[in-house]
């Protein structure tokens, strides 16, 4: 008899691996307490060490993006393409409908919601290219450099250890569900080696620092829009607040599990964040919207290994360090999560289905709210109605978010949505982040099967630790540098993981490549 998804012999078996466990609440104490005890000294030590990681390998993680985007293309459409992550008659654990819902609620966070209404604003007033600031050049490259950041690059980062991880845990038939699993052709099914005990470590650092980070920048936002409606202050008091509610919501949602909690919450926000989308577009500037888009997915798409590849070698103006590598640092620190909770939910699929799925679902959702709600408010800027940059320049992005808003008819119901979403965006994100390290400290987790509840529910707990200690220190950069930090040692597991998945597709599937 199974109860909630789950057997008798396999609720026996689920025992935590308590040294795995304790790892990851160490990596979380370690983290905060210095900050909170030493706010300012931690605070320059961040930016010191963000600085130092951008300066000497930030052509690291270009060279990196370019890499992983050609490798899945090559697997996705070569002869391995057609491996299918179950038995051969086996169909889809989830409709195509809400396994996008899903990973694109899990992967996008409420990060796009703070960035797609005024990143733009950045790059007008700091152009890539030694652009003129302000200029017409700045402008098309204002709208297109948001899209290039949250397209098929970065969503290849997330793609790499989704594939690597749901081959070897169908195919294999693997017990446990972590990061060392991308990596069974080396171990060979072999478990508690040191090598995969480190692997699955600097997971957990990555997706603590990467969860850190996201809640750190959609909390001011979610606290602003907040302010805006009940007149209140957006002070540190209602942004703990909004985490406690956000922890409260995925702790829920968790708790609830796959299928009756992140399923239901991911297809609501998805039909929830297009109806906004519609709104903003046929209430805003319909036409301008149009081409302004349209100009920035040709641009892109002229300059789309440029983008990838451009290093800035001679002007030396820092763009790339405080933005493309930034962004490809963040991709990578949440990738294992994604990663792990993808292939939890991709059974069925063939590695072709999930390589184009995730990138093409991915880039097209993220592209639609900076090609709508970002042009919207860039829109504002140039016809005067709304000083966008200046307002992210002297009172941040959260209120300039509030201010683009406003100009919408009905903007209070229309902020009280986005807020809305933004919440959703982050409990789903932390549910099933949350998910993800219950899994990982999980002996025995087959196939089909959840973590136990409680474990679930203590890491939606424990995960608002880091976020909330990030916003006491203060400072976007600060928020920025953790992303960043917890990033470098996985791209070399990145490496291990292609290898791997490259050779034991070899091994198992020699004969469709002949």
Not at 329 to 336: D, E, F, L
Not at 423 to 433: E, G, H, K, N, R
Request: charged share 15%.
């Amino acid at each position: 008899m199974r109860r909630h998804g789950r057997s008798e012999a396999g609720m026996k078996e689920s025992k935590i691996d308590w040294p795995g466990f304790l790892a990851s609440v160490a990596v979380i104490l370690a983290a905060c307490a210095p900050l909170l005890l030493f706010p300012q000294t931690g605070s320059e030590i961040l930016l010191q060490v963000y600085s130092f990681i951008t300066r000497q390998f930030g052509f690291l993680y270009l060279l990196s993006g370019f890499v992983v985007l050609v490798f899945l293309l090559w697997l996705a459409l070569g002869p391995y393409g057609r491996v299918r992550l179950a038995a051969a008659d086996e169909k889809p654990e989830f409709t195509t409908l809400s396994w996008a819902a899903m990973l694109f609620c899990a992967g996008v966070g409420a990060g796009l919601m703070f960035w797609a209404p005024i990143e733009w604003a950045h790059y007008y007033s700091a152009p890539p290219f030694g652009l003129e600031p302000r200029s017409e050049a700045a402008a098309e490259w204002a709208a297109s450099y948001g899209i290039f950041h949250w397209g098929p690059t970065a969503w290849a980062f997330y793609c790499l250890p989704t594939v690597a991880i749901a081959y070897p845990y169908y195919a294999k038939k693997m017990t446990f569900l972590r990061l060392s699993t991308s990596c069974h052709y080396f171990f060979g099914g072999e478990r508690e080696t040191r090598a995969e005990r480190l692997i699955d470590w600097l997971f957990m650092i990555g997706l603590i620092g990467g969860a850190g980070t996201s809640l750190g920048f959609s909390t001011p936002m979610i606290a602003a829009c907040v302010a805006r409606i009940t007149g209140f202050d957006a002070d540190f008091g209602m942004e703990l607040m909004i985490v406690l509610l956000s922890v409260a919501l995925f702790a829920a949602s968790v708790w609830l599990g796959l299928k009756r909690g992140i399923k239901r919450l991911s297809d609501f926000n998805m039909w929830l964040a297009f109806a906004l989308l519609a709104f903003v577009l046929l209430a805003g500037p319909t036409v301008f919207l149009f081409k302004t888009s349209i100009n920035s997915l040709g641009l892109i798409m002229q300059n789309f290994i440029r983008l990838n590849t451009w290093t800035d070698p001679f002007r030396d103006s820092g763009f790339i360090e405080s933005w493309t590598v930034f962004y490809w640092a963040w991709w990578i620190a949440y990738a294992p999560f994604v990663g792990l909770f993808v292939a939890r939910i991709s059974r069925g699929r063939t590695l072709r289905q999930l390589i184009f799925g995730m990138l093409g679902y991915g880039t097209l959702g993220g592209g639609l709210f900076y090609m709508i709600i970002g042009n919207y408010g860039m829109s504002l800027e140039l016809s005067g109605v709304v000083d966008v940059t200046g307002i992210v320049n002297t009172e941040g992005g959260s209120v300039a978010i509030v201010a683009i808003l406003d100009q919408l008819p009905a903007a209070g119901g229309i902020v009280l949505i986005y807020a809305l979403i933004a919440l959703i965006f982050s409990a789903t994100t932390y549910d099933s982040a949350s998910y993800i390290l219950a899994s990982a400290a999980t002996r025995h987790l087959p196939a089909g099967e959840d973590p136990d509840r409680w474990h679930r529910v203590f890491w939606a707990l424990a995960l608002a630790v880091l976020p909330v200690t990030l916003m006491f220190v203060g400072g976007l950069k600060v928020i920025q540098s953790a992303a960043l930090i917890v990033s470098l040692p996985l791209i070399f597991i990145g490496v291990l993981m292609a290898v791997s998945l490259v050779k034991q597709l070899g091994k198992d599937h020699d004969r469709i490549v002949q």
